[in-house]
């Protein structure tokens, strides 16, 4: 890959300075063209910057997971730790401060990445449009790995800043439990819940998160600004959160629970975290948000979506026959997926 990129800017190098050799009386300008001077020159300054470009997109789905996460799982530490009077005298946040920065984070999560790989941050996200948007399939599994790494590297900085906090809660720095600060990286489900209910919970706020994304991404259903789309999903994700949010902390997000479920596991909290509600983490926190986002985007764009990119709106047989008697330009060739009378 590199190799290729490197073949081909020096093409393009070369095609310049052919061009600016014409308008110039040098004979030797290829050789003493000063790079640094000259911006249309080059894309790859360096071997760094040829690198880049190759990872750039699972770079920046790394680094805007990463960013939400330090958002999200810094804000439950900070609240849920400082009720304890030994950590903080009076505590430092709310309910409410808790919804401020998950919304917080996804958006400044997708201001970081989305210019660059469209700004998932969500494997639901990233496998619903793949589904329904054309999304290239073989970047699926880069993009899920890329998001996974950062939910847990996101995890490990917010574990760091609290860890003294965390010892004092837990009674120890060699004590780890759920319910003391594991439950403030990865999600839970309230008690009184069935499996069912946790289940539905994940899927409906799911299903609205992502009807959420698709909804301000419509060009023809009066999208924000390009640049406003991450303040349009802050309002998506406050309102999920202060209307959803109680039942199992909305995760929504397949990463944003394993990642840091992950740290925790490795962290000293144990096969708990996995084995809790015979593999929660499975059921609830990946299959929720992963089926609930394909019924909401299905809805999306059965009732709503207008755009040729989606599987509901592919022409059927009548149409393409149609289409094929009436254009000009199509009469004498079969129908697509017809090869032979």
């Given at each position: 890959?590199?190799?290729?990129?490197?073949?081909?800017?020096?093409?393009?190098?070369?095609?310049?300075?052919?061009?600016?050799?014409?308008?110039?009386?040098?004979?030797?300008?290829?050789?003493?063209?000063?790079?640094?001077?000259c911006?249309h020159?080059?894309?790859?300054?360096?071997?760094?910057?040829?690198l880049r470009?190759?990872?750039?997109?699972?770079?920046a789905?790394?680094?805007?997971t990463m960013?939400?996460?330090?958002?999200?799982?810094?804000?439950?530490?900070?609240?849920?730790?400082?009720?304890?009077p030994?950590?903080?005298?009076?505590?430092?946040?709310?309910?409410?401060?808790?919804?401020?920065?998950?919304a917080?984070?996804?958006?400044?999560?997708?201001w970081?990445?989305g210019g660059?790989?469209?700004?998932?941050?969500?494997?639901?996200?990233?496998?619903?449009?793949?589904?329904?948007?054309?999304?290239?399939?073989k970047?699926?599994?880069?993009?899920?790995?890329a998001?996974?790494?950062?939910a847990?590297?996101?995890?490990?900085i917010?574990?760091?800043?609290?860890?003294?906090?965390?010892?004092i809660?837990?009674?120890?720095?060699?004590?780890r439990?759920?319910?003391?600060?594991?439950?403030l990286?990865?999600?839970?489900?309230?008690?009184?819940?069935?499996?069912?209910?946790?289940?539905?919970?994940?899927?409906?706020?799911?299903?609205?998160l992502?009807i959420?994304?698709?909804c301000?991404?419509?060009?023809?259903?009066?999208?924000?600004?390009?640049?406003?789309?991450?303040?349009?999903?802050?309002?998506?994700?406050?309102?999920?959160?202060?209307?959803l949010?109680?039942?199992?902390?909305?995760s929504?997000?397949p990463?944003?629970d394993?990642?840091?479920?992950?740290?925790?596991?490795?962290a000293?909290?144990?096969r708990?975290?996995?084995t809790?509600?015979?593999?929660?983490?499975?059921?609830?926190?990946?299959?929720?948000?992963?089926?609930?986002?394909?019924?909401?985007?299905?809805?999306?764009?059965?009732l709503?979506?207008?755009?040729?990119?989606?599987?509901?709106?592919?022409?059927?047989t009548?149409?393409?026959e149609?289409?094929l008697?009436?254009?000009?330009?199509?009469?004498?060739?079969?129908p697509?997926?017809?090869?032979?009378?």
């Amino acid at each position: 890959m590199s190799e290729n990129l490197e073949k081909s800017e020096e093409i393009r190098i070369e095609s310049v300075c052919r061009r600016s050799k014409r308008d110039t009386s040098s004979t030797s300008f290829v050789d003493t063209v000063n790079l640094s001077d000259c911006d249309h020159c080059t894309r790859f300054p360096n071997r760094w910057s040829r690198l880049r470009y190759v990872i750039r997109e699972p770079a920046a789905e790394f680094l805007g997971t990463m960013i939400f996460v330090i958002f999200g799982t810094g804000v439950n530490c900070q609240v849920f730790l400082s009720i304890d009077p030994n950590v903080e005298a009076v505590p430092r946040g709310t309910f409410l401060s808790l919804n401020l920065a998950w919304a917080a984070g996804v958006a400044l999560g997708v201001w970081v990445s989305g210019g660059i790989s469209g700004g998932h941050i969500n494997p639901a996200v990233t496998f619903s449009l793949a589904v329904f948007r054309g999304f290239p399939w073989k970047k699926v599994p880069i993009y899920v790995l890329a998001q996974l790494l950062g939910a847990f590297c996101g995890a490990g900085i917010v574990y760091a800043n609290y860890f003294h906090a965390i010892d004092i809660v837990e009674g120890g720095p060699s004590i780890r439990t759920i319910n003391g600060s594991g439950d403030l990286f990865a999600t839970y489900a309230a008690s009184f819940l069935t499996p069912i209910s946790c289940f539905f919970s994940e899927f409906l706020g799911s299903a609205i998160l992502i009807i959420g994304v698709l909804c301000v991404t419509d060009k023809n259903n009066g999208p924000p600004p390009q640049g406003l789309v991450p303040l349009a999903l802050f309002i998506v994700v406050l309102g999920i959160g202060a209307s959803l949010g109680m039942n199992t902390s909305y995760s929504l997000n397949p990463a944003r629970d394993l990642g840091p479920r992950l740290f925790t596991a490795a962290a000293g909290y144990g096969r708990a975290v996995f084995t809790y509600r015979n593999q929660y983490w499975l059921w609830c926190t990946i299959l929720g948000p992963v089926t609930g986002m394909l019924f909401g985007a299905f809805t999306y764009d059965t009732l709503v979506f207008e755009g040729s990119e989606s599987i509901i709106n592919k022409p059927d047989t009548r149409t393409r026959e149609h289409h094929l008697h009436t254009c000009p330009g199509q009469r004498g060739k079969l129908p697509a997926g017809i090869e032979s009378a």
